[in-house]
C-alpha cells in the first residue's frame, strides 16, 4: 500500500530535550515536506526536499533541521524544542509530472506538546 | 513567493444547498491547484485538483473553477450532505505547494 508513514504519532516533552520525528514514504518520491499546522494558520511548511542531500528553506524554518541521506526518508529533528512549537506537523510527498507538482500525499501526523 | 488567500474561513449551508470557497493566488507561475479536505485529527486528503490548462474540472458533487487572468479559483460543492463537514485547503504550486488558510464547513442537517 503507498503511504506516508511517521513516528511517533504523539509525544509530550520538555523544553529543551532534543527530538526528532520520523517520515519515510514507499512511493519513490523526489519531494518531501514538513508542515505545522496551528489553529487559524493553515498549514506552513517547514522544510522540504527536492531529493537527496537536497534540502531548503519553507517559511517557517527556525527552531528546525532536517536531513534527506535516502530518498525514502525525510526526519525533522528539533534541536532545542521550545513551547511555541506545541504543534501538529505533517510530513508530505510528491513526485513531479513534467517538471510540476504531482498529487501530494500526506502522513498521518505527529501532535507535539511542549512543556 | 507564492501567497494564498482564502474565503470565508467559515461557512454554514443547510443540507441539500451549495457550498462555494474562493481562493486567491499571488504567483502566475503556479499551474497546479488542489484542493485538500481536512476531517478533526485526521490528515488532509486531496479531493480534487486542476492544472492551469484547464478552466473547469467536475467529480460527482465537486467541482473546481480556475480564472488564470483574476488568478482565483474555486470549490464548488452541490447537494451538500452533514458528511461534507470538515475544513477544506485550498493550495497552488508550481513547485512547492501553498496553503490558504483553511475553510471551516458546517452542513446543517
Known amino acids: 500500500e503507498a503511504q506516508v508513514t511517521q513516528n511517533p504519532r504523539y509525544l509530550i516533552t520538555v523544553t529543551g530535550k532534543k527530538l526528532t520525528v520520523t517520515c519515510s514514504q514507499n512511493?519513490?518520491?523526489?519531494?518531501m515536506s514538513w508542515y505545522r499546522q496551528d489553529p487559524g494558520l493553515g498549514l506552513r511548511q517547514i522544510y522540504y526536499?527536492?531529493?537527496?542531500?537536497?534540502?531548503d528553506k519553507g517559511d517557517v524554518p527556525e527552531g528546525y533541521k532536517v536531513s534527506r541521506k535516502e530518498k525514502r526518508n525525510f526526519p525533522l529533528i528539533l534541536e532545542s524544542p521550545s513551547p511555541n512549537q506545541t504543534s501538529l506537523y505533517f510530513c508530505?510527498?510528491?513526485?513531479?509530472?513534467?517538471?510540476?507538482?504531482?498529487?501530494?500525499?500526506f502522513g498521518p501526523g505527529t501532535r507535539l506538546t511542549v512543556l | 513567493g507564492e501567497n494564498v488567500e482564502q474565503h470565508p474561513s467559515t461557512l454554514s449551508v443547510q443540507e441539500g444547498d451549495s457550498a462555494v470557497i474562493k481562493c486567491t493566488y499571488s504567483?502566475?507561475?503556479?499551474?497546479?491547484f488542489p484542493w485538500y479536505k481536512q476531517e478533526l485529527g485526521k490528515r488532509p486528503q486531496l479531493i480534487i485538483d486542476i492544472r492551469s490548462n484547464v478552466g473547469e474540472k467536475k467529480d460527482q458533487r465537486i467541482a473546481v473553477t480556475l480564472n488564470k487572468t483574476a488568478k482565483h479559483f474555486s470549490l464548488h460543492i452541490t447537494e451538500t450532505q452533514p458528511e461534507d463537514s470538515a475544513v477544506y485547503f485550498c493550495?497552488?504550486?508550481?513547485?512547492?505547494?501553498?496553503f490558504g488558510s483553511g475553510t471551516r464547513l458546517q452542513v446543517q442537517p
Open positions: 493550495a497552488a504550486s508550481k513547485r512547492a505547494l501553498t
Open positions: 508530505a510527498s510528491n513526485n513531479f509530472r513534467s517538471g510540476d507538482t504531482d498529487t501530494q500525499y
Open positions: 504567483d502566475s507561475a503556479s499551474n497546479y
Open positions: 512511493m519513490n518520491h523526489e519531494y
Open positions: 526536499s527536492m531529493n537527496v542531500e537536497v534540502t
